[in-house]
């Protein structure tokens, strides 16, 4: 079974763009939850969606937003970029049968890292 | 607010030694707790998950015990090698469905052959 993929891996961008992060679950997986990991902060949670709804979120801007489709796809955007975003953006999936248990494993992909310019 | 706190930060030790990582968390009311490895620019791979009911699990060379009245839990490895080198972090769960992790700071390995 294929693992969580990521697209695009590496990504540079200067200040003030948007960029659009895609993120692939395993098959069969219904949440996805995105996590930002920089050397200063290490990994803080960004959100996850389940069944295409939002169903936790962490304390980042507004500028920070994402979407899951029904195939359980999931993409995360940023908008007006600084400096200070750039990071390495990981996804996890995990089953959630009956919307998810603590015996759970989160599965994660290898990430897409952003550098902004 | 859950915090969650790895010792030490960094490890280097000979091929061959048995040692262990901890990681410590302010909230006994967790979930679970779940162990995992990242190797440079990579993602990170889940080494071992425990419930809150459980004290212990093991995987291979692996072993992570969980004490939650005293808010630890150390991951245990045993005869080490040098493609153990990574950093490995420790997670709980805010939320009952775990998806939503808080991660503490990780412990950089390094085993020298």
């Known amino acids: 079974k294929a693992g969580v993929t990521q697209t695009p891996r590496y990504l540079i961008k200067t200040r003030g763009q948007q960029v659009t992060l895609s993120c692939s679950p395993i098959?069969?997986?219904?949440?996805v939850s995105w996590y930002q990991q920089t050397p200063g902060q290490g990994l803080q949670f960004l959100f996850e969606?389940?069944?295409?709804?939002?169903?936790n979120k962490g304390n980042f801007p507004g500028r920070f937003s994402g979407r899951q489709f029904s195939n359980s796809r999931s993409e995360m955007n940023v908008s007006t970029l600084e400096l200070g975003d750039s990071a390495l953006y990981l996804c996890?999936?995990?089953?959630?049968?009956?919307?998810?248990?603590?015996?759970?494993?989160?599965?994660f992909g290898p990430g897409t890292r952003l550098t902004v310019l | 607010k859950q915090e969650v706190t790895q010792i030490p930060a960094a490890l280097s030790v000979p091929e061959g030694e048995n040692l262990v990582l901890n990681c410590s968390f302010t909230d006994s009311a967790i979930y679970n707790l779940q162990w995992f490895r990242q190797d440079p620019g990579k993602g990170l791979t889940s080494l071992l998950l425990i419930q809150s009911s459980q004290r212990e699990q093991t995987s291979g060379r692996l072993n992570a015990s969980l004490d939650k009245s005293s808010g630890r839990s150390t991951l245990y490895i045993a005869a080490s090698q040098p493609g153990d080198s990574a950093t490995y972090l420790c997670a709980v769960p805010s939320d009952f469905a775990g998806n939503m992790l808080t991660f503490g700071g990780g412990t950089r390995l390094m085993v020298k052959p």
């Open positions: 996890a999936s995990s089953l959630a049968l009956a919307g998810g248990s603590v015996t759970d494993t989160q599965y």
């Open positions: 969606y389940f069944s295409e709804t939002q169903r």
């Open positions: 098959s069969g997986h219904r949440s």
